[in-house]
């Protein structure tokens, strides 16, 4: 066994333990041993990584414990290559977000000029951000099915204190409909996971001996409909999509990006890995109507971003959106779309969330959301206004931005699939690639409405990034020019676990190499 992600979930905790020990008073201090915790979890994330081999077994890093014996529950992780890059994206996040933090924990200053203050303390805060690093890493390496449907739930708690102890003035509705729509995923997720446990009859939870243990079609179908529906909230799909434009609206810029970036992903990792993988026959049934939402979801979020006044809820829908591809992706049921689908995960989390704490940069500086409420704001902080730029560019998916290639390979290989005839999937294709469209309307709308034109009054006196901020933004731009360019080394990663899943939903040779235009 190897203790490589035990080390990575442990490391976290025990700097929030630290940080939460600290007196009272040593907020600085708290905030400097959060960061030095959450950059020795990427230094040993990228120790662990190096060691990865993608010709390997799928599942690498592999650790059991029995947890609850009788039921026949292990403390079951490891990673293959989808979860890897997950991992990878989170743990790269969270130093970033602490640096991004450093003072939201402070109080938010509204529009007028008095100081939101929050209900909790700031080491608080920094120690909720550790935890949750835990639950993230957790989440993506849990192979026991039981031991990712606690962590599915367990993330949610830090989180909810972070929206609601520390966001906006309406803080306290966005976390409570934030955390009642997830339990009630989770609710349903339960109980599938419990009649997965019965139906199958092996005393166990670990994902590689379920794998085609459900043959009934029937139950199949009832089983994937509790997992999607609680994916599908998580994601968030259209029509079950409202929760995430309060949240994101309201929850600190740091935490927005965590929630947008990372935790939203747990939905479309959970259906590539354990829809389609557990239930083969009834994701097949189900593909037409989840691509039909998955289209709608493009093409909805795109519209509706496009009349929001509010920047976060403007990046919120966007990904709506983006997330919608993604869905798209993995029920093509072609190799080329779901690595597209993987690899969009991973630079989605980069894009929007060097958007996310650009807009939060700008927000902090002027008090307002509100886009109309700026202008002009390259002429007194071009360095803001250019990560600002890219940023945006990166979320419109221009060629030669991380973006981009993966949102090709989901519109090329759905175009090109043949699982469930030419016809509807590339139907689907062509209607999803309006949106590239919308998405130049919605982004280039706000950089115009707040970049350009004549400077706001209020925006005269905004001074340019520091040197902590441009350390935040610097190094998410560098990854998304870089991944635009060469995303070899995510690919070569995730396309053996993508084969495998297509292997396992038994997909039939034929339309793989249609897929991947071998």
């Known amino acids: 066994m190897s203790p490589w992600l035990p080390i990575l979930m442990a490391v976290p905790v025990v700097g929030a333990i630290v940080v939460a020990l600290l007196p009272k008073g040593s907020d600085k201090l708290a905030k400097q041993v959060t960061l030095l915790v959450s950059l020795l979890v990427l230094v040993l994330t990228g120790v662990m990584a190096a060691g990865f081999d993608p010709s390997g077994d799928r599942f690498q890093f592999v650790a059991e414990y029995n947890w609850i014996p009788s039921f026949g529950v292990k403390f079951g992780v490891g ?51 550790l935890v949750l690093e835990t639950m993230m890493i957790g989440v993506f390496a849990a192979t026991d099915i039981f031991l990712f449907y606690v962590f599915f739930e367990a993330m949610l708690i830090p989180m909810y204190f972070m929206i609601g102890s520390y966001g906006g003035a309406q803080r306290s509705y966005a976390a409570v409909k934030f955390l009642l729509y997830s339990l009630f995923g989770g609710l349903l997720m339960l109980v599938a996971v419990i009649g997965l446990y019965v139906v199958a009859g092996k005393q166990t939870f670990m994902f590689p001996e379920l794998v085609g243990a459900i043959q009934d079609p029937t139950m199949q179908k009832w089983l994937f409909g509790g997992f999607f529906i609680a994916f599908a909230i998580k994601a968030p799909l259209w029509p079950v999509h409202t929760w995430l434009p309060d949240a994101a609206a309201q929850a600190p810029a740091g935490a927005a990006v965590l929630l947008v970036g990372v935790l939203d992903k747990v939905g479309t990792f959970g259906m590539l890995r354990f829809c389609l993988e557990l239930f083969p026959d009834a994701a097949k049934a189900f593909t037409m109507p989840i691509v039909v939402l998955a289209v709608i979801s493009i093409v909805y979020g795109a519209i ?10 403007l990046i919120a829908y966007t990904s709506i959106s983006h997330f919608g591809f993604i869905v798209l992706g993995v029920f ?34 002027r008090g307002s959301p509100y886009i109309g409420d700026y202008g002009g704001v390259q002429k007194v902080a071009p360095v803001l206004a250019g990560f600002f730029l890219i940023a945006g560019l990166a979320g419109l998916s221009l060629p030669g931005l991380s973006s981009f290639v993966s949102e ?9 699939s043949q699982a469930h005839g030419s016809g509807a999937l590339t139907a689907a294709a062509i209607v999803a690639a309006v949106a590239v469209i919308l998405a130049a309307v919605y982004i280039l709308w706000m950089v115009q409405r707040t970049m350009n034109g004549p400077t706001a009054e209020p925006v005269k006196a905004f001074k340019d990034l520091s040197a902590r901020e441009v350390w935040v933004l610097a190094p998410l731009v560098a990854l ?14 995730i396309n053996p676990s993508v084969q495998q899943t297509l292997t396992n939903v038994q997909v039939p040779t034929s339309t793989i190499a249609e897929g991947t235009g071998q």
């Open 79 to 129: 990673v293959d290559g989808v979860a890897l890059v997950l991992i990878a994206l989170s743990v790269v996040l969270v130093p970033l977000v602490v640096l991004a933090s450093w003072h939201d924990a402070d109080g938010v200053k509204a529009a007028d000029g008095t100081l939101i203050t929050p209900k909790r303390s700031v080491k608080t805060y920094f120690a909720l951000l």
């Open 304 to 313: 509706v971003a496009i009349g929001q006044t509010d920047m976060k809820r």
């Open 332 to 365: 093509a049921m072609s190799s080329v779309a779901q690595s597209g689908a993987a690899l969009y995960m991973v630079n989605h989390g980069f894009a929007t969330g060097a958007l996310f704490l650009a807009a939060g940069f700008l927000i902090a500086r």
């Open 480 to 493: 998304i020019i870089g991944f635009g360019f060469f995303p070899k080394p995510l690919l070569d990663v």
């Open 408 to 416: 090709f390979m989901v519109m090329i290989g759905t175009y090109s």
